[in-house]
């Protein structure tokens, strides 16, 4: 008996199709029941007559096209049959086309987030004046939103002066270099490999609390606290290492506080006179964009080719666009700014918040020199000298590299700059020429991953733009050496700098195998700078400033079981003085430490810090 869904032979005791898997009805199983059993398909190919090899094929492929295949049901020498081809079902279609569909907006979504779906629809489908509008305002837009972080965290800080929150460290590492120097002071102070103040200042309601530490090989030795209370103008201080008494510093908080609260509203007023003068960074931003649009759109005539970048061994494919800056431009673009000045209601804004009476004067003044300028059109022709600017772009529509070629009486002067990427590799070079003379390069190569940059920089200048410092300086290659690690260019964007610059030369013959290095470290909380002197790569010193929000600080309050001393009565200070076991306080200084200093070497010290002043 034969499947009804798909025509397959189906075997005695199937109870499904072992083809398409389609279940035996009723009926097929009574119409199988009462057919004569045929047996085995060599059984049914025995009781053919012979008509030749023609007909034998016939009979295998009535007997077995439609049976699954298995090797017991074939013997030596007979032909297998083909595997039936199965019905294509309408739901297929459908699959996969949406298949087709998910891949294509994934691929989209990729090369829109990379920024080469835009680049590839503007170089590709319009004008190369309208490429080069797109290239310039996409990357200048960066830029503008980076300055305005900064802009903006720079005016939001005039509210925050208010609030003398913050912590600041000062802090000194010497290295093998420095320490036989600080032995000259005194022997007993080369075991010194660190050393550190640093001031926690915290505002709660109207007291401002204080704390001031002395820190040596990264151990406290002393702890200064004080509370300063200007309502009720009283104060105290307190130093834990030396004593548990305080130490009564209200006497002249009044006098104080009366010259704070004076000096304050007046520091106040000053900061909020600035804060209402700045216009805010939403300002700024359109300002900025309106006249760089202006800049932008008076380009014309640009000449758009393939091209290829290449510096320091590492070259890319980019696209270069060129257009000359002539004085026509000049003029265009002049007259278009001051036409969009004269109306700018965000200039109007600023310039008004500065001095209202201003403005009328401001705008008659521009009004005069668009009148100059309608006057001398006819002598843009006469101007000499132009420029061609040139931008070199990759595939992501970001500008890979410059080119200015300034032509001034048939002398030429350019200046490029040229930035190629491969995967990570990186290779840089700017440079200035005239007439074919290259006065000054900055090439450099590395790796820029993640927007973390690794690399080495080197500055080169012609000997002739040394004048008298080449007595001092050797001219030519690596004037000076800069090795950057781990520079973060997305976070300084965001108006934080993290990385490290190290700067070294080998052309001043007195510093020679000295290096300075400079290294940020900033978060949202903290920002420190650290400023190293290396020779010949060993930590010679390293001085580290340090900034942040701080802790707030406990408030100073003396219980009735505490002593309390006057600042301002002698005999109280003699007290608190014999109160002062100050050689526990040196031993303790040397078992944190681990120094052995005694109170004959401190006065030591001092006498030679006499002498080297």
Do not use: W
């Not at 629809?121 to 305005?148: C, G, L, R, W």
């Not at 380009?299 to 270069?320: F, L, R, W």
């Not at 608190?576 to 430490?593: G, Q, V």
């Amino acid at each position: 008996m034969f499947c009804k869904n798909c025509g397959s032979l189906i075997g005695e005791n199937n109870v499904f199709c072992t083809v398409c898997g389609a279940r035996v009805d009723a009926e097929t199983q009574n119409e199988r029941a009462n057919q004569p059993n045929a047996g085995a398909g060599q059984q049914y190919a025995a009781n053919q007559p012979n008509t030749g090899a023609g007909q034998q094929f016939t009979n295998y492929q009535q007997n077995f096209e439609n049976q699954p295949f298995e090797p017991a049901n074939f013997a030596q020498g007979q032909i297998p049959p083909q595997a039936p081809k199965k019905k294509r079902k309408k739901g297929g279609f459908i699959i996969g086309g949406v298949v087709a569909v998910a891949a294509a907006v994934s691929s989209v979504g990729v090369l829109a987030a990379s920024g080469r779906l835009g680049n590839f629809v503007h170089k590709n489908f319009t004008s190369p004046e309208s490429y080069f509008k797109y290239v310039a305002e996409n990357n200048t837009k960066d830029a503008i939103k980076s300055f305005n972080t900064g802009y903006s965290k720079a005016v939001d800080s005039f509210d925050q002066v208010t609030s003398v929150n913050g912590s600041y460290t000062v802090r000194l590492d010497a290295g093998n270099e420095l320490k036989p120097l600080i032995g000259m002071i005194d022997p007993s102070l080369k075991d010194i490999d660190n050393a550190s103040i640093s001031v926690n200042t915290s505002f709660d309601d109207s007291v401002q609390n204080v704390q001031l530490k002395a820190n040596i090989n990264d151990a406290d030795i002393a702890t200064v606290n004080a509370s300063i209370d200007m309502e009720n103008e009283e104060g105290y201080l307190q130093i834990p290492e030396l004593s548990d008494s305080y130490i009564d510093i209200s006497d002249g908080i009044e006098e104080i506080n009366d010259e704070l609260k004076s000096s304050g509203v007046e520091y106040q007023e000053m900061l909020d006179e600035v804060k209402n003068t700045l216009p805010d960074a939403k300002t700024v931003d359109k300002v900025l964009n309106t006249y760089v649009d202006v800049a932008f759109d008076n380009i014309s005539d640009v000449s758009k080719s393939s091209d290829k970048i290449e510096a320091e061994d590492v070259s890319q494919s980019v696209t270069a666009l060129t257009t000359t800056l002539d004085g026509q431009y000049a003029y265009d673009t002049a007259y278009e700014m001051l036409e969009t000045l004269k109306d700018d209601e965000n200039i109007k804004e600023i310039i008004e918040n500065i001095d209202e009476a201003s403005y009328d004067e401001f705008r008659d003044s521009i009004s005069d020199t668009l009148d100059s300028l309608k006057d001398e059109k006819d002598s843009i022709d006469d101007v000499e000298g132009s420029a061609d600017l040139t931008l070199y772009v990759n595939g992501k529509g970001e500008i890979a590299g410059t080119e200015v070629l300034v032509d001034v009486d048939g002398q030429e002067v350019v200046v490029s700059s040229v930035m190629p990427r491969s995967g990570s590799r990186f290779g840089y070079e700017m440079k200035a020429e005239y007439e074919g003379m290259e006065l000054f390069s900055l090439t450099g190569s590395g790796t820029l991953k993640s927007d973390v940059m690794n690399g080495t920089f080197n500055v080169s200048v012609d000997d002739e733009l040394l004048g008298d410092l080449d007595e001092y300086v050797s001219g030519g290659d690596n004037i000076l050496t800069i090795d950057v690690k781990d520079f973060d260019i997305s976070d300084s964007k965001d108006g934080m700098l993290n990385g490290s610059f190290t700067f070294s030369t080998d052309a001043v013959r007195q510093v020679k195998g000295y290096k300075l290095n400079v290294e940020f470290a900033t978060t949202k909380k903290e920002t420190s700078v650290a400023v190293a002197l290396l020779y010949e790569d060993d930590n010679y010193a390293k001085v580290t400033l340090t900034s942040g929000e701080g802790e707030n600080l406990k408030t100073l309050q003396p219980s009735g079981s505490d002593t309390v001393y006057s600042i301002t009565d002698d005999s109280d200070m003699q007290d608190y003085l014999s109160e002062i076991d100050i050689d526990a306080f040196i031993d303790d200084i040397n078992d944190k430490c681990g120094l052995d200093i005694d109170l004959d070497d401190l006065e030591d010290m001092g006498e030679n810090l006499d002498d080297m002043m």
